[in-house]
Nanobody
Framework: QVQLVESGGGLVQPGGSLRLSCVAS????????MGWYRQAPGAQREWVAT???????NYADSVRGRFTISIDNAKNTVYLQMNSLKPEDTAVYYC???????WGQGTQVTVSS
């Protein structure tokens, strides 16, 4: 079955960078549409980025130009490179296979001075 394990979160100052990783098992990321989502305290979970099997990567307006989604097929891993982080990026970040209901445990990102 689909299993996803996110890591790489932490505390970072505004303007800093982090790279999140999501190791997938039970399927190959090379044949799936993959995405990253986030949920801030008291807010609904929101979409951040998509790495489609075909076509261009897509990003939410709030992160476009700062975040980059990528995939390493050999490691069956999805990444989210986050640059120029802002306090409003603080959230728990989740990766997801878009056609599956499964979620990982998420990884906490806190942007604060």
């Amino acid at each position: 079955q689909v299993q996803l394990v996110e890591s790489g979160g932490g505390l970072v100052q505004p303007g800093g960078s982090l790279r999140l990783s999501c190791v997938a098992s039970g399927f190959s990321v090379s044949i799936a549409d993959m995405g990253w989502y986030r949920q801030a305290p008291g807010a609904q979970r929101e979409w951040v980025a998509t790495f489609p099997r075909f076509g261009r990567n897509n990003y939410a307006d709030s992160v476009r130009g700062r975040f980059t989604i990528s995939i390493d097929n050999a490691k069956n891993t999805v990444y989210l490179q986050m640059n120029s982080l802002k306090p409003e990026d603080t959230a728990v970040y989740y990766c997801k296979r878009l056609d599956s209901p499964a979620w990982g445990q998420g990884t906490q990102v806190t942007v604060s001075s």
